[in-house]
């Protein structure tokens, strides 16, 4: 019995961007943190319509300092994440891991810097309802953070010693959209939690 | 598209071989608790939610019992308010989603022409976390520790100031854990279905039921984050002070009605959408011809998708919004009967137009066509504010819900049941026990739910323990008590016929049915890698228009490989190793389930899951053993 | 079969015991939702009959028995089907527009039932019973009852809704649609009797352990019987003259009682539970629960937790002629 | 059958977990309360209605009269010393409540009061409430240590 057949071994078995089926996971994981995020964000502009004074009185408005540092960090490490995804396509495992290190140790000095953000809330999130959104809506972009650099920690480990296959270099390029979600998200944060106490 | 001699014989019952081994699971417990192949975890899946069904179907008959006459004695307030609260959580959170997802999960791979969905250990991890959630709700239940306040707890009532002890935590993290699940299933059905399609599938050939999974699982993606926040936020409120639905801190009751409505309508969306998709596969299947308007009906589905997000505050009418706000959604809910109106046309024109063979599971989808339409426009008189504020939280409502929910998404899911059962199990389920529970379920459930109609106009709110005799309710509530026992009999000859069927049905063979989709050229129950050969399609009903499709050959045998095509046109793209069986995803599932219910006790308990959570996640990612796919091959 | 049959015989007994009490309006607010109600209904009934009638249609038309391959289908059969398809769908949404149409202009006279000389009435919910208040600018002419809401027949009433604690929903289906009553945001309902009488009503937001006994009655009555009803309401509860009532309110005062009620007139001016004065005045005992007389109330005093598991009044732990006097005096609160 | 599962299945897990939820209205056992969270929390709703926040302040922070929420004690922290004190009043304007708050609310508050300084389980102390947030709730506390303070200075 001839049957037409199809024959695919010549296709590649490693492919990049919206080709691989791990890209598609890692956007289906941005909708959903963005989902939440925006709803954090419409919980706090619901919240506001409580309030005559935002901050509420008594709460100073958040300091500037340590947050736009923190903007300004992860902005930045968005050029280096750049360039370890163009290693990863290339499949170049030095520069990859090099380009890596930088983003962990910006990553890193954003998390250092979470600590001076939260004191300058100038209020815990049992104070009232403004704390409760802002420390909620800085936890969960700082939850971002954290997991998005031990996940870039894990690939560094994996790209300097550990025991590598092509298919790893996808996920470390797809580790890298995961990355500007968490740096471009960051500005929302930035504006809401900080900036917003000033102009809403 | 190269015409190559197809594989002889015993060249195919090579690659069947090798084939059978690379996609195998171990064998005894270990391979049962690591299994990663998407028929094994659905089934589960499936099992596990109708058992949750039924025992949520015993509380709705003590519920019953305890309604059947006036200021009855048996079951004290604070156990009725677990039991309610108990049966709607465990209906929609336990049942009524993880189903669906769960035949998504088992028919998707089957009908798109691929071996597995896109990732199997997610998969695994989604059901393992499901299972704790639904582990957590019912021991905490028999423990009198059963959620107290509502399916949807609306605050201040569940806030700390009402709602003493660890009640409404557990059901606040019961829903992390469901929530966790259905995401992981939405994303797993989004990608197998835009990237794992077999060649010639395009966007226009894809079956409905395929495109119904799709919309539900965007759907899930958008629509379960809100419950998360909010069920976090509560829970927050509840143990560390914060102070999101505190009137006097300048927190907002209806904050939390927002916020889950938004998720709580797309919800019932998401449990009625595939459910559509049931209903276009049996009624194709035994009115023998393709379905009428086939890009009419994708395009209501989504539609379907997009306008159920906009109309969440038609459950919010009675809480005195202002009054261009109800309008608008007013508009928006009424509008939402469109696109549900063209199917049903749809359906009626395919049914009107083909040649009808009567067999058990048709009759699941013609009892639903009857009990939908009737469902949906009691949907639209309560979508219009002057009459929501009659019925809003009465019987009536109650009447609504269980029309479009069991009658909308129960009565397809049983006939979809019986339409698969033979290619699950490989034998064919009794035709006449098939009729049979079909007819008393049916007649149980109108005398049970349509009484009520009558009973909410007659006054009666919802989620009452009991009412006093001269309220006038006595009669229609034990007619509906009455009608709760016929159709508790129906379930049971539902489920004799399915407890049945394994053991003496006759064998089904791979087309029983004489159906049109893909899953059903494969022999039942299918082999763990579905297809030999991945068939090409050519056509929107392809078993129909070429029973013998071209095949795809050249995929590796000895790896579990498939092929990953284009989103659009399903052209193929490139080959996919996919990840075999593992304990990494129930050992992740254990370790976040930890965090997360020492978290009810005290908030280190997160810390604690995040450090557990460190731990699996590493041991699920990092590689071992043979890197598989830098084989010789790759490198010649 | 004879289960079916004897269900069948519940339905005509439980069935239609008269017009249900949101389609028996009593007030201009119902008669409109029920007038709306009724275009609902006929049109829901039009659009079943048909939708039933083209699957029996298409049913009785069926052939095949065994499962026969696909037939080509036939394009003049389609081409008409796609004809009526359409029309279905533009008939829907026709139809659909005009439900619109219609919902929007009954909102809209529900809305538009304020006059000047409306009555204001504030209800405030509380777990488990409904504190009414008739709103006056000296303090003095304030009158505060319970679970009860008098109202002049004919005369447009504002319920100004509140809640002290969880979210309820204040409803009386012969008369209005409900209003939720949130601790936050004050929300208010229109409401007016056109013939005077007793219209029975319930809380229809799930509030806790005796949601099913928060029940209320609004009673309408002609302006005249209204106004000396509130007249007596503003008077003080009414001095005791025999000992035994004497008795009874010393107990009042030294027991348990005082700690939550208010009787004007005596030095018991709490106000955590509902306000005692005219307690003997009022129709029903424990909202709406039980009927207002002796037995009743002293079945209520003596465990209030066997009526209303779960209600926050204490059970009276007194001696027998305390306890006799205490019932008695509170059954001579005219 | 349902409950001899429930009971099996309680003395299985955590005991405590099933005690912390009971809601006995009619109370047989109500020195019991302290251990059920439906019971204290009934006694922070009875603490604020009966006025006691008048003296002992929002959260017993103190006030007219002495703070309940701190280590000190003067008249015994153990479940009977407080009730006298609330039945049989104190010297120094504790006045008795003794025929007007009856037994099963005098122990829920010996609960809630004895929970303001994180004597009982911490499962079973209530959350914040629905008004201004003077301090932490009673379970965000960190649990005292009780001391016998000395006799009340007069007047204070």
């Known amino acids: 019995m001839r049957r037409a057949t199809l024959d695919v071994s010549a296709l590649p078995s490693l492919v990049f961007g919206a080709r691989a089926p791990i890209w598609w996971g890692v956007v289906g994981l941005l909708l959903i943190e963005g989902t939440a995020l925006a709803l954090v964000a419409a919980a706090y502009l619901y919240l506001r319509l409580n309030f005559e004074a935002w901050p509420p009185p008594g709460t100073p408005p958040p300091r500037l300092g340590a947050a736009t540092a923190d903007l300004v960090v992860l902005l930045a490490s968005v050029l280096p994440m750049a360039l370890v995804d163009r290693a990863a396509r290339r499949e170049a495992r030095r520069p990859a891991w090099l380009a890596l290190l930088v983003v962990i140790a910006l990553g890193a000095v954003s998390l250092a810097l979470r600590i001076p953000e939260f004191h300058a809330l100038g209020c815990r999130w049992d104070s009232h309802a403004y704390g409760s959104v802002v420390w909620t809506t800085l936890g969960m972009h700082t939850a971002h953070v954290l997991t998005s650099t031990v996940e870039n920690v894990l690939l560094a480990a994996l790209l300097l010693a550990g025991p590598l296959e092509r298919k790893h270099y996808v996920d470390v390029h797809v580790n890298a959209l995961y990355w500007y979600f968490v740096a471009g998200t960051w500005t929302l944060v930035y504006a809401l939690v900080f900036l917003g106490a000033r102009w809403l | 598209m190269s015409v190559v001699a197809a594989p002889d014989r015993d060249g195919e019952a090579h690659d069947r071989a090798a084939l059978a081994l690379t996609w195998a699971t171990p064998r005894g417990l270990r391979g049962w608790l690591s299994t990663a192949n998407h028929k094994a975890v659905a089934t589960r899946y499936v099992v596990s939610a109708f058992v949750f069904f039924a025992l949520a179907g015993v509380l709705a008959l003590i519920m019953r019992l305890q309604l059947a006459w006036p200021e009855s004695r048996l079951i004290g307030p604070d156990l009725y308010n677990q039991i309610f609260t108990v049966h709607g959580s465990t209906m929609m959170f336990l049942f009524a989603v993880p189903v669906m997802e769960a035949m998504g999960i088992y028919l998707v791979p089957l009908m798109i022409g691929t071996r597995n969905v896109a990732f199997p250990r997610m998969n695994a991890f989604g059901y393992w976390t499901y299972l704790i959630g639904g582990g957590l709700l019912w021991i905490a239940f028999l423990l009198n520790v059963g959620p107290d306040t509502g399916w949807f707890s609306y605050v201040p009532l569940a806030g700390p100031a009402y709602a003493a002890g660890k009640r409404v935590d557990i059901w606040a993290q019961m829903i992390t854990f469901t929530e966790i699940a259905a995401l992981v299933a939405g994303v797993e059905i989004v990608v197998t279905t835009l990237k794992f399609r077999c060649p010639g599938m395009s966007l226009n050939r894809i079956p409905l039921l395929v495109w119904a999974m799709l919309v539900m699982a965007l759907m899930v993606i958008f629509a379960m984050p809100a419950i998360m926040i909010a069920s976090t936020m509560l829970a927050m409120d509840r143990l560390v002070d914060t102070h999101f639905f505190n009137p006097a801190e300048g927190g907002d009751v209806l904050l939390w009605q927002h916020l889950f409505w938004f998720f709580g309508h797309p919800e019932v969306y998401i449990i009625f959408v595939p459910a559509t998709g049931f209903v276009s596969s049996l009624i194709t299947a035994f009115a023998r011809r393709p379905i009428f308007g086939y890009p009419a009906m994708v395009l209501a589905l989504i539609s379907t998708g997009f306008l159920g997000f906009g109309l969440w505050v038609h459950h919010m009418f009675a809480t005195g919004l202002p009054q261009l706000g109800e309008s608008f959604f007013t508009a928006a809910s009424m509008m939402i009967a469109i696109p549900s109106g063209i199917q049903v046309f749809c359906w009626l024109a395919t049914l009107r137009s083909g040649r009808i063979v009567v067999r058990a599971p048709l009759l699941f989808a013609l009892g639903f066509i009857a009990l939908f339409v009737l469902g949906g426009l009691t949907g639209v008189m309560v979508a219009a504010v002057p009459f929501d504020l009659q019925a809003h939280d009465t019987y009536f409502v109650v009447a609504h819900f269980h029309y479009v929910l069991v009658g909308g998404a129960v009565f397809p899911l049983l006939g979809a049941i019986l339409f698969w059962l033979p290619k699950m199990t490989g034998r064919m389920p009794s035709e006449s026990l098939g009729r049979w529970s079909f007819a008393v379920l049916f007649v149980g459930f109108n005398l049970t739910f349509f009484p009520m109609h009558r009973l909410g106009l007659a006054g009666m709110p919802r989620r009452v323990y009991t009412y006093l005799a001269q309220t006038g309710w006595a009669g229609g509530n034990l007619l509906a008590s009455a009608g709760a026992g016929v159709m508790a009999v129906g379930v049971l000859l539902f489920a004799a016929n399915i407890a049945w069927t394994p053991g003496r049905g006759t064998p089904a063979g791979a087309d029983p049915w004489g159906a049109d989709t893909l899953e059903w050229s494969v022999p039942s129950p299918p082999p763990a890698y579905n297809f030999v050969y991945l068939p090409v399609v050519e056509s929107r009903t392809p078993l129909w228009t070429t029973p013998t499709p071209a095949v795809v050959t050249g995929l590796r045998t000895d790896v579990p490989e498939v092929l990953v095509t284009d989103a659009i046109d399903a052209t193929p793209d490139h080959r996919h190793v996919l990840d075999g069986p593992s304990m990494w995803p129930l050992l992740t599932a254990l370790a976040s389930g930890i965090g997360v219910i020492v978290a009810i006790f005290t908030p280190w308990g997160v810390t604690l899951g995040a450090v557990l959570l460190l731990i699996t996640l590493t041991g699920w990612f990092w590689p071992r053993g043979v890197p598989v796919s830098d084989t010789a091959r790759e490198r010649a | 079969m004879t289960r079916v049959a004897l269900t069948l015989a519940l339905t005509a007994l439980g069935g239609c015991a008269g017009r249900p009490a949101a389609l028996d309006p009593a007030g201009p607010q119902a008669a409109r939702i029920a007038g709306f109600w009724s275009l609902l209904l006929a049109v829901s009934i039009a659009v079943s009959v048909v939708v039933l009638a083209v699957l029996l249609d298409a049913l009785a038309r069926r052939r095949g028995g065994s499962l026969p391959p696909p037939p080509a289908v036939d394009p003049r059969l389609e081409r008409r089907l796609t004809f009526g398809v359409a029309a279905a769908v533009v008939l829907t949404a026709v139809l659909l527009l005009f439900l619109f149409v219609a919902s929007l202009r009954t909102a809209r006279a529900l809305n538009a039932l304020g006059e000047p000389d409306a009555l204001t009435v504030e209800v405030t919910g509380h777990q488990w019973w409904w504190e009414v208040e008739y709103w006056d600018s000296a303090p003095a002419r304030r009158v505060r009852t319970a679970n009860e809401i008098h109202v002049p027949v004919g005369r447009p009433v504002l319920v100004k809704t509140r809640s002290a604690d969880v979210i309820h929903s204040l409803w009386a289906p012969r008369l209005a649609g409900k209003k939720d009553l949130l601790p936050q945001h004050a929300t208010s309902l229109w409401m007016q009797a056109d013939r005077p009488g007793m219209f029975d009503g319930q809380c229809a937001e799930f509030c806790g352990h005796q949601h099913a006994h928060m029940r209320l009655t609004v009673v309408a009555e002609a302006p005249e019987a209204f106004q000396t009803w509130l007249a007596h309401q503003r008077t003080p509860a009414a001095e005791p003259t025999e000992p035994a009532l004497l008795h009874g309110r010393e107990v009042f005062l030294a027991g348990p009682c005082a700690l939550c009620h208010t009787i004007a007139g005596t030095t018991a001016a709490a106000r955590l539970g509902p306000d005692l004065t005219h307690l003997a005045s009022r129709t029903t005992l424990a909202a709406g629960t039980l009927p207002n007389d002796l037995g009743a109330l002293a079945a209520w005093l003596v465990d209030p937790q066997s009526v209303k598991p779960g209600v926050h009044m204490p059970p009276a732990a007194l001696p027998p002629r305390d306890f006799q006097a205490l019932v008695a005096y509170l059954g001579s609160l005219r | ?156």
Not at chain 4, 26 to 44: F, L, N, Q, T
Request: aromatic letters at 6%; glycine letters at 12%.
């Open chain 4, 1 to 156: 059958m349902r409950r001899a599962i429930g009971a099996l299945l309680c003395a299985a897990l955590a005991t405590t977990a099933c005690q912390r939820e009971q809601r006995r209205f009619s109370d047989s056992r109500p020195r019991d309360a302290e251990r059920s969270a439906w019971a204290v929390a009934e006694g922070k709703r009875l603490y604020q209605a009966f006025n006691c926040d008048g003296c002992h302040g929002r959260g017993g922070g103190g006030g007219m009269g002495p703070p309940l929420m701190d280590a000190a004690w003067i008249y015994g922290v153990a479940p009977d010393n407080v009730y006298a004190s609330i039945m049989r009043g104190r010297p120094n304007g504790m006045p008795a409540f003794g025929g007007r708050v009856t037994e099963s609310q005098a122990w829920q508050l010996v609960a809630y009061v004895r929970s303001l300084s994180g004597q009982p389980s911490r499962g079973a102390r209530p959350g914040r409430d629905d008004h201004m947030q003077v301090r932490e709730s009673e379970q965000a506390r960190r649990a005292e240590r009780p001391v016998a303070a000395g006799t009340p200075k007069p007047g204070r």
